[in-house]
């Protein structure tokens, strides 16, 4: 199958650079594909299949009815779904029926999404549901499920894309056929460079559809590289890590490219389940993983096999075996957490680019050794790099969008593209330094990056942390703001300011953390794939992050708690669930009232409530000592240790 990859790839590569280097002659050409499965689906009993002729069926019938609908419009069609089969057939639709998408990036406010949708002059919004933006909304379903007659329209030759919003300033971005098939073209260079990324498993090459197809990384390097040679997406049901899991073993999945977050629930949950079968198995997983890596720096694919083998305790209860490839980008990926994929071997490269100036490197070599310096490579064939005395990063080239809008003023990239990442260069190889408007004046007068000092922090028990400068100009201090979980336990808290002084401790006085603060309230919009610090310091600053110092009133509170268990949130919340089962008053409910004997409840009552704290506070395994605990107070034991 390797063999028949490589081929395609030298034919649909030729294809392209002598056509009209267009959206159609990239339509023509995937579609090409034939019977080749497009997308892999579940509903959690059987697997769909969708092929490319199959779904070039459903794009024709879907333009024809959205064309007798709307018609062609003088400005944008927005597209507002997520990753999914339909969103493929929306989007060709969109554009062969003349009409220009704007890709809705779904996980943006409300406010800064209508604000582009006005900016743009949008009326039309395709989605797969009905949602709040200000627009006529239209759904792809039940529009494809019309027949309507042929039409004669030309096919639309741009798109539009928006940034992460970090910012939030409204930030569009226009490509037209040209530059994304000058993007498309990078992937023959990529694929020589290093053919692993064609390794099939099992005669077939699976990506898993994690990153949405509206966010630059997944629309690039998911959607058109992998669509473009006629290889097959497997859908999520939902983004839980559980799901995440059990989809990628279940579908045997062999290409994940992901934001740094994934890598780093997975390593977090595996030291977390390791370490509490004991110091030995801890010991254990440290000494194999040191020798597992090794291995893979003397015989990379072998060794990457072998390693999922030997360390199949771990490995089977992750992505199992099928998995040959990942790349991760988006924002930094923490050193350990790049050892820890690569030893257990699933090759972890990493990768660079911006909505701005789409996928620009990736580091390719093939030792462990190599791609845990935390290099992203070397430009892609379409661009070149360029630092300037501040090590700033420039970059231009026939793939980046030329034209784009901030808060609805035209701008226009004729030249370098100033990223604003600070960079360091070695024989030809880039390394992220941190971000100019991120540096951080010291007290001595240097320049502070917080990227290299977070890399130092590995919290175990937060949701995220993020270092910043909190003040006004040369008076800003360095701070560390952690976001912890309002029902995690007194012990455990203590233990985090505990980890965190301790890790401050081994800093460089320039280095250390002036300010420790906790907040229960997250540093990012809910499916934001980083913490930008420019929305998280807008967002203490208008009160929507509330601070509290470590030695302060948050640990207080929750001592208390521990002192008064009626004051505690937790127990409130487990009472409420206890008494929403058995149809009694919450009043009824004591601390220590046990839920069979004294209130009568059934097996089937008891594990109701089980099920319901366990979907509340997102706990999927319970030891079979754990599950039977019968009163509030030991329930609120439990999960405060297992958040």
Not at 130 to 142: F, M, R, T, V
Not at 603 to 630: A, G, N, P, V
Request: aromatic share 10%; charged share 25%.
């Amino acid at each position: 199958m390797k063999k028949e990859l490589k081929a395609l790839i030298e034919n649909n590569s030729s294809a392209l650079e002598n056509s009209s280097k267009d959206f159609e002659a990239l339509y023509n050409i995937i579609f090409s594909n034939g019977n080749r499965t497009l997308c892999e689906t579940n509903d959690g009993f059987r697997k769909k299949l969708t092929s490319y002729s199959e779904m070039k069926a459903q794009i024709e019938k879907l333009s024809r009815a959205l064309y007798a609908k709307i018609g062609m419009c003088d400005g944008y069609v927005a597209l507002e779904m997520e990753n999914s089969p339909l969103w493929i057939a929306a989007f060709w639709s969109i554009l062969k029926s003349g009409n220009r998408p704007y890709l809705v990036n779904c996980r943006h406010p409300k406010k800064l999404s209508d604000g582009i949708i006005k900016s743009l002059g949008i009326r039309y919004i395709v989605s797969d549901r009905q949602g709040e933006l200000s627009g006529e909304y239209i759904d792809a379903g039940a529009l494809s499920a019309t027949d309507e007659p042929e039409f004669s329209a030309e096919f639309a030759n741009e798109i539009a894309l928006s940034t992460s919003a970090t910012t939030m300033k409204e930030v569009v971005c226009f490509y037209t056929g040209k530059e994304l098939s000058e993007q498309v073209l990078c992937a023959r260079s990529i694929v020589k460079e290093c053919p692993r990324i064609a390794d099939h498993y099992k005669g077939e090459l699976k990506q898993l559809a994690f990153l949405p197809f509206y966010h630059i990384f997944g629309l690039i390097a998911v959607y058109f590289w992998f669509t473009f040679y006629g290889r097959t997406f497997v859908f999520l049901r939902d983004y839980s890590p559980d799901t995440i899991l059990k989809t990628v073993r279940r579908h045997e999945v062999t290409h994940i490219f992901a934001v740094p977050m994934l890598w780093h629930t997975i390593e977090k949950q595996l030291w977390k389940q390791v370490k509490k079968k004991g110091d030995k198995k801890t010991a254990t997983l440290t000494k194999a993983l040191k020798i597992t890596t090794t291995l893979q720096n003397l015989f990379p694919r072998a060794g990457s096999a072998l390693s999922k083998k030997l360390l199949a305790e771990a490995t089977d209860s992750i992505f199992g075996r099928s998995v040959l490839f990942c790349i991760s980008g988006g924002s930094a990926l923490r050193p350990s957490a790049q050892y820890t994929m690569n030893a257990l071997g699933y090759p972890l490269y990493n990768g660079y680019g911006m909505s701005e100036i789409g996928i620009t490197s990736v580091e390719l070599r093939k030792t462990p050794k190599k791609r845990n310096e935390g290099s992203i490579g070397h430009p892609v064939a379409s661009v070149e790099y360029r630092l300037d005395d501040d090590g700033v990063l420039y970059v231009r080239g026939s793939s980046i969008c030329k034209r784009m809008t901030v808060n609805g003023v035209p701008l226009e990239n004729s030249d370098w593209f100033f990223t604003g990442d600070i960079m360091e260069e070695k024989n030809g190889y880039y390394y992220i330094k941190g971000r100019q408007g991120d540096r951080i004046i010291g007290e001595n007068g240097e320049n502070i990056d917080p990227d290299l000092i977070e890399s130092c922090f590995e919290l175990s028990d937060c949701n995220a942390f993020s270092v910043l400068g909190l003040g006004e100009g040369d008076s800003e201090r360095l701070s560390l703001i952690i976001s912890v979980n309002p029902f995690l336990s007194k012990r455990r808290l203590d233990a985090l300011c505990a980890e965190a002084y301790k890790v401050n401790d081994t800093l460089s006085s320039a280095m250390k953390i002036k300010d420790f603060y906790f907040t229960t309230d997250p540093l990012s919009p809910p499916t934001a794939v980083k913490v930008g610090r420019a929305y998280l310091k807008r967002a203490i600053g208008d009160g929507s992050v509330s601070l509290t110092s470590f030695t302060d009133t948050l640990r207080k509170s929750c001592e208390s708690k521990e002192d008064d268990s009626n004051a505690s949130p937790l127990f409130d919340e487990i009472r409420t669930i206890v008494a929403s089962v058995l149809d009694i008053s919450p009043s009824e409910v004591g601390d220590d009232t046990h839920i069979v004997n004294e209130l009568s409840a059934s097996s089937l009552q008891y594990f109701s409530i089980i099920t319901e704290l366990s979907r509340r506070f997102s706990i999927t395994e319970y030891s079979e000592r754990d599950k039977y605990r019968y009163t509030v107070r030991e329930l609120a034991e439990y999960i405060s240790e297992n958040i």
